[in-house]
């Protein structure tokens, strides 16, 4: 249906029901249909990895015009079916849903042949579908009866689907709850033209899944104009104001309807965003020609990526294609292929806070070889901080293995006392739930460092049998000022007290890791069998974040992990051991001629140096 004149808005006005009002109850049953558990697998139609942070939902809207008496052709819908299986496993296909308006006029031959050709996702690919105003031929709401529809694409259709939770009880409207991306999403399938009834269903549904992110398809929601920008429509208007400005659950809508297809962002009454989606395309070449819209959460990258393309035209050979179906394979504008970002986390935390690990005491992170291990909580510095609270000079970090590499901090130059601050910040893989705030800097310099007591014996440690040094470390956002080249930890003393000739200058230590001026990681070290300074340099670190990093020498090479993730710039020059000359070891800082300049700017967490090779799954954070 084209975008709607203020006139066509009028003509629908006879067809809406009057929505839900607030503090209704649900006094029916919340599923008319028993439904198998959500956590059997769909067989069939290739793997799906309901872990993997990247998974797809296919979305189908309005095929009427390949249900249309003895005009239909089901060959897209089949087709776009067939891709949606054989592509499941390689694009972590989670489910489907379709829009309405499946046929044309809603005969029980039209319907028989819809049927048919939704058997091809029978048993191989969990989906949805929802009534739209042709499939049941009237503008009459939910509790309209039986219909040809409700005979083929009711309850019991779904009944045997893993995802499938449960109907209202007059069947027209359904629910779905995926597992993927390593959580659950509840899919919600309301009729064209729900009724109070459908919507107190609806509030039951949502009540009871009271922690699940909730995408809600319709087949009337929203219109667009020709720019691509949507809004709601005369019935789309009632269903916000009644029930999805309401629950903040409900992040993204998708309905069919209207064209041309569209998006807006609406703020609902929880002061978040709730993308509002059309997508239709029986305004096209051959009806759509069974057009997929193909939604691929990426719940890493905290982003939504969009395409639509008909894999029917695109299984034709090219050399047989028409310029129209040629034309017609994807749509790339701005309204049919388009990202969305996210942040799934912060987005859903009023309803579903996310579980962080809780922490860990330094005997369950000290594996054999363990050397020193420091931490910034109450285990590490012997009493519980308060955040933002000043770090004094003199404070002792201590050395939980029990080495004697206790660490003491220290003012660099003239700082001022807040220079260092306890911080309730850290990483949710941390061990420790707590960092130390550092404010370093240049013009003039300034920072604190943590340092080892003369005589301690990491300070001349050889690592000669393998070595891995971990850190956790967070950039400031907005991050300020010029800090490069700031030290994250080193062992001071010069090289060239070492006997070390080749390296940069004699006057650097023997090792350390620092951020350069792009905020790529540096880690430079010079082992104790050569005259070398093999160094490691990551990509740039990002800004408002935590970062694990990760240096694991085997005594043949070193390696440096950012977050798991072996580098690229990794030196294959042997070495062995760590030219050490038997000075303090230091978290905060690197010397350059045996003389501190700035200090480090951002947080610091727990850091563990072990003396041998760790595999990334024995890091503090484990990486399989």
Sequence with gaps: MPQPSLGRRALLTAAIAVPATAGTTLTGTLTGTAASPAHAATHGGGRFDRENPRFTIGVLPDTQYLFDE?????????????????????????????????????TEQEIDLASDAFRTLDGRLSYSVLAGNHDINGGTDDQRGDSPYLDKFGPDRFARMSTFRGASPDGYNSYH????????????????RV???????AQGVIDANSKLPVILTTHDLAWSDDSGKASLSEFGQRLWDAFIRRNDQIFLTLNGHWWPPGRTVLRNDAGHDVHVHITNYQDRYYGGAGMVRLYAFDVVRNVIDVETLSPWLLSRDPDDRTPLEAEHLELTGPADRFSIEIDFDERFAAFAPPVLPPPRPAKAVMPRGTVAYWRFDAEGLGRAGTDGAVIPAGTV?????????????ELLHASAPETLKWSAEHHD??????????????????????RSAAGAPINGMKFESGYTIEAFIKLPEPFEGDHAWMGILSWEGRSGDAGKSSGWSPDEPTCSLNVSGERFLQYVVYPTDRDADPTSWSHALPVGRWTHVAVVNDARRTIMYVDGSKIARNPSQPSKGISTLGRPFTIGGTQFALKYGQGFYGWIGDVRIVSRALRPKEFLTPYV
């Design 429 to 450: 893989g941390q061990p420790a739930h707590a960092s130390l705030r550092f404010d370093g800097g240049k013009a003039p310099d300034r920072g604190a460092v943590l």
């Design 177 to 192: 709850v995926l597992d993927a991306g390593g959580r659950q999403w509840l899919v919600l399938a309301l009729d064209w």
């Design 70 to 106: 003895d005009r239909s052709d089901p060959a897209p819908v089949r087709q776009a079916f067939r891709f949606l299986t054989s592509e499941r496993e390689s694009r972590n296909i989670a489910f489907m849903t379709h829009l309405g308006d499946i046929t044309e006029h809603g």
């Design 397 to 409: 970090a201590r050395d939980l293995t029990g080495g004697g590499n206790d660490l003491t901090m």
């Design 195 to 201: 009724s109070d009834k459908g919507l107190r269903w």
